[in-house]
């Protein structure tokens, strides 16, 4: 049979991720190997399902195995798998595109991770083009299952395009041959392979043949006792499940009789790819029964803030005709779901023991913590448990539990006080630490917008509630700290403060004082009932129409300036305005709620004026 090859062309961000793969991948080659046997196992395990279900199947009677030939005289590899194989539109939708969205925000990941990290090709669902790293001929002969379907062959140099033409004689699934470049030739020998199979591919679930012989084991370790699982097994294991090369951080290998039987072992892997500006990842532990898989990336086994972790969790209470659809409703997920979740935030409790570890774990993958308490009402308490701070009592870099907070805190504390700001030096500066420094009331510095949201849904802690320390409604009245310098009286104060209020009026709510400030003339405070600067900058972001910034103002009439005020009030009636409204700027500024900052720059001018 002969007919004409159709040409096609690769999608634009195909073609630059094949450059990046062809022109900038020089370490790690090897890896093509683990991608092209998992897409065969994936095929595999796609037609392991459908013959459950379908009797017209191409190709029937053949085993569900995968086959690798390697020859060192043609500089050949061939990946041949009896998988569900590809239609034509499945070979131009498949190998001609990328399907998932972001994969712009990809190219340019793996652009700026230069030639570190070809592993990231894996972990995002790209791996079928890594065959281009060794190779500048890559053909894929396909049937697919389907009987009424044609026997076809995909070929391309991973330039520009590729070609589709209908050939003869093709087994039902993939037959990947690959050209080897000169300088991949090794890669065509057996004993290369079989390193690469061995390390990479030993969990495979389907049978792997090399020039003949079988290479893989298929063994369940997760249903070993640990004392039987040596820790390259399961470091192996961990490459396997979450189609990395690094090692984990954490591995959690945990077998239970009751309440259900259970088998998981799940693994903590040393990046958290989401960082990459992708969208949240799939579930990334497989649900099995009796070794056998239910589900790759079941939803609803493990709360959405788990889905960094990678493994597997085998039930032998779990029906094998379970489907995808009611997996969620199913009280045994849930149950299952429950006791996981528990044993694993009960595992990272006892993990952080070890904080230079801990701290290290949490650098990366905090922002799932977080998650889980704002959003996993049932394990909220237990997670906050694993939340770290730096905080005022804390060295630079060196963070506080809270647990470590309440032990730490006076005894008719009733709040536990917080700051939102960019970084520490952001804190310290601001006016509102100085109060809780002088009352030896430790704070904690948060320096993540979502932080601020987490607190606020934990609510509180040990009993004692969360709170902002720019917030006017923090009570702080006791145990003043010794004033220095002698204070405005009570009535000059309280005159200056109603002057204040009439000369600010668009921008104060309240002028008052009070016993925050130490060395600053003013605070700015955000009133009980107002937005806090974090989530007004969010919502201005957001584009959203927001009345102007109101605020509290407290004054310190201690402060040198403040009284000097109180004097020129009447003696110079115009630069003590515009002192007064410098001052409700400056402390606006450092509450990051200034708005119009080009309204105080003439002002400065004139008052520069003043002075000089
Ligand atoms: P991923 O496998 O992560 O989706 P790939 O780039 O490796 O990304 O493969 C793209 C798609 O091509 C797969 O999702 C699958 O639909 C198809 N594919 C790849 N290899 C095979 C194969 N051996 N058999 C059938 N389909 C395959």
Redesign the pocket.
């Given at each position: 049979m002969s007919t004409t090859a159709e040409k096609h062309t690769f999608q634009a961000e195909v073609r630059q991720l094949l450059d990046i793969v062809i022109n900038s991948l020089y370490t790690d080659k090897e890896i093509f190997v683990r991608?092209l046997v998992s897409?065969?196992a994936?095929?595999l395990e796609k037609m392991r399902r459908l013959q459950l279900k379908e009797n017209e199947v191409f190709d029937d009677n053949l085993d569900l195995e995968i086959n690798i030939t390697t020859d060192d005289t043609a500089n050949t590899i061939t990946i041949a798998?009896y998988?569900?194989?590809?239609t034509e539109e499945?070979l131009v939708e498949?190998?001609g595109t990328i399907?998932h969205s972001g994969s712009k925000a990809f190219v340019e990941a793996l652009k700026s991770s230069g030639d570190k990290d070809a592993n990231l090709i894996g972990q995002f669902?790209?791996?079928?083009?890594s065959a281009f790293m060794v190779s500048d001929e890559v053909k894929v002969y396909t049937h697919s299952w389907h009987k009424d379907g044609k026997h076809l062959c995909w070929s391309s140099d991973g330039k520009s395009g590729y070609e589709i033409e209908e050939t003869e004689g093709q087994r039902r699934?993939?037959r990947?041959v690959i050209k080897l470049r000169e300088d991949c030739e090794e890669f065509a020998k057996k004993e290369r392979i079989e390193g690469i199979l061995k390390q990479y591919s030993n969990f495979v679930s389907f049978p792997i043949h090399l020039n003949g012989d079988r290479v893989n084991k298929i063994e369940a370790i997760w249903l070993k006792s640990k004392k039987d699982v040596t820790d390259e097994e399961y470091n192996e294991f961990y490459k396997f499940a979450a189609n990395a090369f690094d090692e984990p951080r954490y591995r959690m290998h945990f077998s239970a009789d009751a309440p259900l039987a259970i088998n998981s072992l799940v693994f903590v892997p040393q990046q958290n790819t989401e960082k990459f500006g992708f969208g949240p990842t799939d579930p990334g532990v497989a649900l099995y029964c009796k070794k056998v898989l239910i589900d790759p990336e079941p939803k609803g086994l493990l709360p959405e803030w788990l889905r960094f972790l990678k493994g597997v969790i085998d039930s032998e209470d779990i029906p094998l005709n379970i489907s995808r659809e009611t997996m969620q409703d199913s009280a045994l997920v849930q149950k299952l779901n429950q006791l996981i979740t528990k044993c694993f935030i009960k595992f990272l409790e006892s993990e952080s023991k070890d904080e230079e570890k801990y701290l290290e774990f949490y650098k990366e993958f905090s922002r799932f913590i977080k998650e889980g308490v704002a959003t996993d009402r049932t394990h909220q308490e237990q997670l906050a448990k694993l939340l770290r701070f730096e905080s005022s009592m804390t060295e630079k870099g060196k963070t506080t539990s809270l647990p470590e907070y309440i032990d730490r805190a006076k005894e008719d504390q009733k709040q536990i006080f917080f700051q939102l700001g960019e970084s520490r030096e952001a804190i310290e500066a601001s006016p509102y630490l100085e109060a809780f420094k002088a009352r030896g009331l430790e704070v904690l510095f948060c320096f993540e917008g979502i932080d601020d949201y987490v607190l606020n849904n934990l609510v509180k802690f040990g009993e004692k509630e969360f709170t902002s320390i720019d917030r006017s409604d923090v009570d702080l009245d006791d145990s003043a700290p010794a004033a220095e310098g002698e204070a405005l009286s009570e009535e000059d104060t309280k005159a200056l403060c109603e002057w204040l209020q009439t000369t600010l009026e668009s921008k104060v709510e309240k002028v008052q004082t009070g016993q925050r400030l130490v060395d600053k003339p003013a605070v700015a405070l955000t009133p009980a009932h107002g937005m806090n600067p974090q989530m007004r900058q969010m919502m201005q972001a957001m584009q959203n129409d927001l009345p102007p910034v109101k605020v509290e103002l407290e004054i310190n009439p201690r402060h040198d300036l403040i009284k000097k005020l109180a004097a020129a009030r009447e003696s110079k009636p115009e630069v003590a305005a515009a002192v007064a409204k410098q001052i409700c700027d400056n402390a606006l500024l450092s509450a990051g709620l200034l708005e119009s900052p080009w309204e105080m720059v003439d002002r400065v001018y004139d008052l520069m004026g003043e002075v000089i």
């Open positions: 991608e897409n065969a994936d095929a798998d998988g569900i194989g590809m499945e498949n190998l399907a669902g790209v791996g079928f083009y699934g993939c990947i």
